[in-house]
């Protein structure tokens, strides 16, 4: 494969803040890979690549996906959200669905995860950090399904 730019369009209106900032460990030591993070204004997501869905947690909270350049991201929403069991999370995609950049796909009640004393920060990170180089962010404010919010290169499999 050649290599290709790749940006992720921001999952959430809000701002941008680096992984660092999100309270769990395993996001905030890059543990799961490179990405950022979102603390959201609202409780609409949306898709940040084009690609496929190839996993959802019974939760609903967080969803894997592979772009159509063949990487592997994490979406995750909010920090202990597995512990509310789906409640007040709303998907309109499902295991195995294409999906196109910007388009919408949960809705998630940001003020029933903050009533419960949870984070409804929202992270985007891609798990192979080994296929991607040349990351750039961009931080500051972003608008859900049309900002992008981190470009890179994508060095590493082939396409869907």
């Given at each position: 494969?050649?290599?290709?730019?790749?940006?992720?369009?921001?999952?959430?209106?809000?701002?941008?803040?680096?992984?660092?900032?999100?309270?769990?460990?395993?996001?905030?030591?890059?543990?799961?890979g490179?990405g950022?993070?979102?603390?959201?204004?609202?409780?609409?997501?949306?898709a940040?690549?084009?690609?496929?869905?190839?996993?959802?947690?019974?939760?609903?909270h967080?969803?894997?996906?592979?772009?159509?350049?063949?990487?592997d991201l994490?979406l995750?929403?909010?920090?202990d959200?597995?512990?509310?069991?789906?409640?007040?999370?709303?998907l309109?995609?499902?295991?195995?669905?294409?999906?196109?950049?910007?388009?919408?796909?949960?809705?998630?009640?940001?003020a029933?995860?903050?009533?419960?004393?949870?984070?409804?920060?929202c992270?985007i990170?891609?798990?192979?950090?080994?296929?991607?180089?040349?990351?750039?962010?961009?931080?500051?404010?972003?608008?859900?399904?049309?900002?992008?919010v981190m470009?890179?290169?994508?060095?590493?499999?082939?396409?869907?």
């Amino acid at each position: 494969m050649k290599n290709k730019i790749e940006c992720l369009i921001a999952p959430c209106t809000g701002k941008t803040v680096p992984l660092s900032a999100v309270p769990d460990e395993v996001f905030a030591n890059g543990i799961l890979g490179e990405g950022i993070a979102i603390e959201p204004a609202d409780g609409k997501v949306f898709a940040p690549v084009d690609g496929i869905i190839t996993s959802v947690t019974d939760s609903r909270h967080a969803l894997t996906l592979m772009s159509a350049n063949g990487t592997d991201l994490l979406l995750h929403i909010g920090v202990d959200t597995v512990s509310l069991a789906g409640e007040g999370f709303c998907l309109h995609v499902a295991l195995g669905d294409r999906i196109k950049a910007g388009q919408p796909i949960a809705d998630v009640d940001i003020a029933l995860i903050r009533s419960r004393g949870l984070s409804a920060i929202c992270s985007i990170v891609v798990t192979e950090p080994d296929k991607i180089e040349n990351i750039e962010y961009h931080p500051g404010d972003c608008i859900g399904g049309k900002d992008a919010v981190m470009c890179y290169t994508v060095t590493g499999k082939g396409a869907l």
